[in-house]
C-alpha cells in the first residue's frame, strides 16, 4: 500500500508538468490564472522507421488518438506554432497531449519547426519521446567512449531502476532479457550509456565490458521540457518492446489517455468428451481424415481418461488458471456405447464441471458447410443438380447446436448458449473450397440465441458479422490436435517444417509465409527443446500485446504425454517472471472477448471519423463520443467518475492506473472524470 500511494503522488504532480500549468501573459492570447485546455491526442512525427512505427502501433492497439507527420512526403503540414495550439472560447489549446520523434531533434537544431516544437512543448508542458537515438551530452547522456558501451544486446538482461518502477514503468517486475531468436543476426543494436545532470535513468543494463550500468531508457529534463530518451533499436514484434510499450506511453500521456491496455491469456480445449485422431509416423499423415490417401487401418484414437481429467482440474488449481472445455457431447455418448456403456472420463469431468468453462463445440462435431465431396483430395464441394453448392440445411445445423446445449443443461454444466465453436470452425467460409460462409448457418445460430461464434485467427484475423452473431477469431497453438507425445508431435513438426532434402514435406520451403528447419529436430528432445520455446514466445507475444484473442488445442493434448501443458506452463511463468503482482493475466470469456474485439472496433470508427472530442483542463477530463459508444479511458489512482450529483470511483485497477470502457453518466451527454489532485 505504501508504494501504490507513492506512485499515486508522484503521479499527480507529473500531471502538473505535463499540461496542468497556469499560463503567463507572455504567451500569445493568454492571461494569468487561466489553465490550458490540453486536448488527449498525441502528435507522431514519423520517418519510416522501425521505432516510430513501433510506438504508433501501441497508441493504436491502446486506442489512442494520434496524428501523423510523415517527415518523407513533401505535402505534409509544416509544424508551426498555429498547428501545434490556438484558442477555443477564449481558453488556449494545446492539441496535443504528447509528441513521439524519431530522434531529439528530426527537423534539425534551431530550424523554425524544432524551435515551434520546442517552444510549445515549454509552454504548455508536454512530453516529447526520442523514439531512437544515440547516446550523446545533447539527450543527457555521456558519449559510450566515456565508460558506455555500443552493440548487440541480443540475450542480454536489463531491468527497471528504483526511479522507474516508482514512475510508470513499476507494472515490470523488474529484470527482462532482450531476445536473441536467430544467434547468427543481429536483431536490437543499442548504446549504453552514463546519465549526466537533469537525466534519470529508468531501463539500464550492465555495461558490457565495464563496469556499473548504463541507461537504455530514461527521462532528460532541460530547457523546460522533458524528453524520453530511448538508445536502443527495435520493432513493434520484439518482446523487449511489448513489455517495455505500456510504460513509454504512460510517460507520454503521463497517465491520462484515452484507450487502455491489458494483458490477456485464455485457453480453448476443443474436442472435450471426443476421441482424437492420430498421426501416422510412417505414413505422414493422419489416417481417417480425407486427405489422407492410401488405405490402411486407422491408427488408436487419443482420448483423455478420468486421470488426465483429475490432473487437468488439479493442474488448475496450482497454477491459477482456468481452461475453457469446448465440449461434443453425442461423440461423447457415442464413445460411451461403443465401450460398454460406462464412460469415467465424462463422470470425472462432470464432476469437477464448476471448475471449468464451458463452450459448446456442436453434439458430434460434423462439417457444418458445404456437402464435402471426398472422393479427389484435396476435396471439394459437392454439387446441387442445377450447379450450386450443396450445404448442410438449417435444421441439421440447428440441431447440432441446440442437442449439445440441451445435454450441458440437464447436465448442470455452467454454459452461455449465446457462446459457440463449430467443428474445425465450418460453417465459415473455408478458403479455397467454400469461399462463402453456408447460407444456413447465420439463421440456426439466431435460432439457437448464438451472437458469439469462433473463428480461425490464422484465416480471418478481424471479427465479422455472421448474421446477427459476431466472430471471435482464435489464435491456434501449433501443438498438433492428433498427437498425444512428445515423439508423435515432434515427428509431425518435421514434415511440415523440414525440408525435402532432411525428410520433410518441403512445404516450408514452397510456403513464402513459413520458414524451414535448419535440420530435423530430434524426436526424443525437439518437443522439450524447441517447440514449446517456440509457440510459448509466439503464445506471450500475444498476451503482452494486448490481444484478448484466445488460443484453443485439443483435448488430445491433455492426453497421454498431456503435451499442452509445457506450453501453457512457459507462457504462465514467464509472464509471471516479467510483471508485477499488479498487473495479473486476464483469462475472458468468449462472450467478453468478442465484446471487447466489438467495443474496439467501434471505438476505432468513432476516432477515424473525429467524432470523439477528449481534453483535459486541470484536473477534470472530458469527452464526447457519438451516442451509446462505450469510451476506453485509462486514468491514475484517485480518478472519479462524476455523476449529476456526486462522484463514484472510476474503472478497476491495473497496472497501478485505473482503467475502464466507460460511458456519460445518466442525464449527461459526456463523459467527466476529476482527476487526482497535486
Not at 492497439?61 to 505534409?76: H, K
Not at 472560447?89 to 516544437?117: C, D, I, T, Y
Not at 488439479?314 to 482456468?322: K, N, S
Not at 478458403?431 to 480461425?456: C, M, R, T
Request: aromatic letters at 8%; proline letters at 6%.
Amino acid at each position: 500500500m505504501a508504494h501504490r500511494a507513492r506512485r499515486s503522488r508522484r503521479t499527480a504532480a507529473a500531471l502538473t508538468a505535463a499540461g496542468v500549468i497556469m499560463l503567463g501573459p507572455g504567451v500569445p492570447g493568454a492571461s494569468a490564472a487561466v489553465e490550458p485546455r490540453v486536448d488527449l491526442r498525441v502528435l507522431v512525427v514519423d520517418d519510416g522507421g522501425s521505432a516510430v512505427r513501433a510506438i504508433a502501433a501501441q497508441l493504436r492497439g491502446t486506442g489512442i488518438p494520434y496524428t501523423t507527420i510523415d517527415l518523407n512526403d513533401s505535402a505534409r503540414p509544416a509544424v508551426t506554432a498555429a498547428f501545434l495550439s490556438d484558442t477555443v472560447g477564449g481558453r488556449p489549446r494545446a492539441k496535443f497531449q504528447g509528441v513521439v520523434l524519431p530522434n531529439e531533434a528530426p527537423f534539425g537544431s534551431g530550424s523554425a519547426e524544432q524551435s515551434a516544437l520546442e517552444a510549445y512543448e515549454r509552454t504548455y508542458g508536454i512530453p516529447q519521446v526520442d523514439a531512437y537515438t544515440w547516446a550523446h551530452p545533447g539527450v543527457g547522456l555521456d558519449y559510450t567512449t566515456e565508460g558506455g558501451w555500443s552493440g548487440s544486446l541480443d540475450g542480454r538482461q536489463a531491468a527497471v531502476t528504483d526511479a522507474g518502477k516508482s514512475t510508470h514503468f513499476g507494472y515490470l517486475d523488474g529484470a527482462f532479457r532482450f531476445e536473441d531468436n536467430a544467434p547468427t543476426v543481429q536483431e536490437s543494436y543499442g548504446y549504453v550509456a552514463r546519465p549526466r545532470a537533469g537525466f534519470t535513468s529508468y531501463v539500464d543494463v550492465p555495461v558490457p565490458d565495464g563496469d556499473g550500468r548504463g541507461s537504455l531508457i530514461g527521462e532528460y529534463a532541460h530547457d523546460g521540457r522533458r524528453e524520453l530518451v530511448v538508445t536502443f533499436a527495435y520493432n513493434q514484434h520484439q518482446q523487449q518492446f511489448r513489455v517495455l510499450a505500456r510504460g513509454i506511453v504512460e510517460w507520454l500521456t503521463q497517465g491520462v489517455h484515452l484507450g487502455q491496455d491489458r494483458n490477456y491469456f485464455a485457453v480453448h480445449v476443443d474436442d472435450v468428451f471426443a476421441p482424437d485422431a492420430r498421426w501416422d509416423t510412417e505414413r505422414n499423415c493422419t489416417p481417417g481424415d480425407i486427405d489422407c490417401v492410401g488405405g490402411g487401418e486407422e491408427n488408436a484414437p487419443i482420448r483423455m481418461t478420468a486421470e488426465d481429467a483429475v490432473y487437468a482440474a488439479q493442474w488448475q488449481r496450482t497454477h491459477g488458471f482456468t481452461m475453457d472445455m469446448v465440449y461434443n457431447a453425442g461423440s461423447g455418448e457415442e464413445w460411451k456405447t461403443e465401450h460398454g456403456g460406462t464412460d469415467p472420463l465424462t463422470a470425472r469431468l462432470l464432476a469437477d464441471k464448476a471448475q471449468y468453462r464451458w463452450i459448446n463445440h456442436t453434439y458430434t462435431h460434423p462439417f457444418l458447410g458445404c456437402v464435402q465431396d471426398t472422393s479427389t483430395v484435396p476435396w471439394s464441394c459437392a454439387k446441387n443438380a442445377d450447379g450450386s453448392t450443396k450445404y448442410m440445411s438449417r435444421s441439421e445445423i440447428a440441431a447440432q447446436i441446440r442437442d449439445n446445449h440441451n445435454w450441458a443443461v440437464a447436465k448442470g454444466l455452467p454454459v452461455d448458449r449465446t457462446e459457440l465453436v463449430t467443428g474445425e470452425h465450418s460453417g465459415l467460409r473455408t478458403l479455397p473450397q467454400q469461399p462463402n460462409d453456408n447460407p444456413n448457418l447465420a439463421g440456426a445460430l439466431a435460432d439457437n440465441g448464438v451472437k458469439w461464434v469462433a473463428s480461425d485467427n490464422s484465416r480471418e484475423p478481424e471479427q465479422r458479422a455472421v448474421g446477427a452473431a459476431l466472430t471471435v477469431p482464435r489464435h491456434p497453438m501449433n501443438v498438433y490436435y492428433n498427437t498425444g507425445t512428445e515423439a508423435e508431435m515432434a515427428d509431425e513438426y518435421n514434415w511440415i517444417y523440414a525440408s525435402a532434402e532432411d525428410g520433410g514435406s518441403g512445404v516450408c520451403a514452397s510456403n513464402p509465409a513459413s520458414t524451414c528447419l535448419d535440420e530435423p529436430l530430434d524426436p526424443a528432445t525437439g518437443y522439450d527443446e524447441y517447440i514449446v520455446p517456440q509457440e510459448a514466445r509466439i503464445a506471450l507475444g500475444h498476451v503482452v500485446g494486448n490481444d484478448p484473442r484466445p488460443h484453443y488445442a485439443h483435448q488430445s493434448n491433455l492426453a497421454e504425454d498431456r503435451i499442452l501443458y509445457p506450453v501453457m506452463e512457459k507462457v504462465l511463468a514467464d509472464y509471471r517472471a516479467l510483471f508485477a503482482d499488479n498487473t495479473p493475466v486476464e483469462n475472458l470469456t468468449q462472450k467478453a472477448i468478442g465484446t471487447e474485439l466489438q467495443r474496439r472496433t467501434a471505438w476505432r470508427t468513432a476516432v477515424a471519423n473525429n467524432r470523439v472530442t477528449a481534453y483535459r483542463i486541470g484536473t477534470t477530463v472530458t469527452v464526447s463520443a457519438p451516442s451509446g459508444t462505450q469510451i476506453p479511458v485509462t486514468a491514475p489512482e484517485g480518478t472519479r467518475k462524476q455523476l449529476l450529483l456526486g462522484t463514484t470511483v472510476f474503472g478497476t485497477p491495473y497496472a497501478g492506473e485505473r482503467s475502464a470502457w466507460a460511458a456519460p453518466a445518466s442525464l449527461q451527454s459526456a463523459l467527466t472524470l476529476k482527476l487526482p489532485s497535486a
